[in-house]
């Protein structure tokens, strides 16, 4: 099976795991989360969806993506808001708590899920409900080192 099939199919699976409609705007903007690594804007998935989905059927998209625990949000310090692919949540509670990674050289933004989050210890009477770290610097792909390499 080829790749693009391969996404199709893990497409069309999570949507029925989650119990939702296969549509073709969920099918196409499932596909785009499958299919890379990064965070997207709504932007950019008007953008890559094609002019096939308009302006509120993404919007709409996200949102019920959000509700079902399939993505989760990245606030972001221009309000912008960036989508990407959750691991294992569920519509009761998103386990998005780990660290976000934002490069300032091509300003992709990735989901760092296998880096422990620091054991932050609140004083006496507050209680964290969503944990936010995000880390700027050079992504691999962008850092001298990989160039170098590459170049070999």
């Not at 989650?18 to 932007?43: E, V, Y």
């Not at 309000?79 to 009761?92: G, H």
């Amino acid at each position: 099976m080829d790749l693009t099939k391969s996404i199709e199919k893990r497409a069309g699976d999570l949507l029925r795991r989650k119990h939702l409609s296969i549509t073709d705007s969920r099918k196409r903007i499932l596909f785009l989360f499958l299919s890379q690594k990064d965070a997207l804007t709504h932007s950019d998935i008007e953008k890559k969806a094609g002019e096939k989905f308009d302006r509120v059927t993404v919007y709409r998209t996200l949102q019920t993506f959000v509700e079902k625990g399939i993505v989760h949000t990245i606030p972001t310090a221009d309000n912008t808001i960036l989508y990407a692919l959750c691991r294992d949540c569920s519509e009761e509670h998103h386990h998005d708590n780990h660290v976000h990674f934002v490069c300032r050289n091509c300003n992709t933004t990735t989901c760092l899920d296998d880096v422990l989050l620091p054991d932050i210890q609140l004083p006496e009477g507050y209680k964290a409900e969503d944990v936010q770290v995000l880390i700027n610097g050079i992504c691999p792909d962008c850092s001298p080192e990989s160039a170098e390499g590459k170049a070999k």
